[in-house]
């Protein structure tokens, strides 16, 4: 995913720009929160998850939205194998004490999670037990690149 740097409380914007990116879209974080009000309040906090797909449709991109609640273990493994779909984009969210959202890249052999992180200029990596500390939710999106 492509390193995008966040603009004032646009953690989600900046991630839905960086894979609109990868898939040939050019968006800026401010463009996607005024085209997109249902789904952004103007300061760019994103509103529910469960609305994040209707950015991809309102730009002419077909995508299945699946959304794992944080309360649930996880299970590494299948994300693992979900993530290395290439029509397949990761967002995790943290939803407890500063919510943040970043972008998957991948997830290395050894279980270590490399990161676009829109708040930082280069990717990060968490371990996963760090990863387990965190309230953490998953969203992917799958693609049906015909735009």
């Given at each position: ?64 939205l ?17 993530a ?46 760090k ?17």
């Amino acid at each position: 995913m492509k390193q995008v740097k966040q603009k004032p409380n646009h953690c989600v914007p900046a991630c839905l720009k960086a894979i609109l990116s990868d898939i040939g879209i050019k968006k800026s974080q401010y463009e996607i929160v005024r085209d997109n009000p249902d789904v952004f309040n103007k300061n760019g906090v994103a509103n529910y998850t469960s609305m994040w797909d209707r950015v991809f449709k309102r730009y002419g991109v077909q995508v299945s939205l699946w959304f794992e609640d944080e309360k649930k273990p996880y299970d590494f493994e299948k994300l693992k194998k979900i993530a290395s779909n290439p029509n397949v984009k990761i967002l995790l969210l943290w939803r407890k004490g500063d919510q943040h959202t970043v972008g998957l890249n991948c997830i290395k052999d050894n279980g270590d999670i490399e990161v676009m992180d829109p708040a930082l200029d280069i990717p990060d990596v968490y371990k996963i037990d760090k990863q387990k500390e965190l309230n953490l939710a998953i969203v992917s999106f799958t693609f049906s690149i015909n735009k």
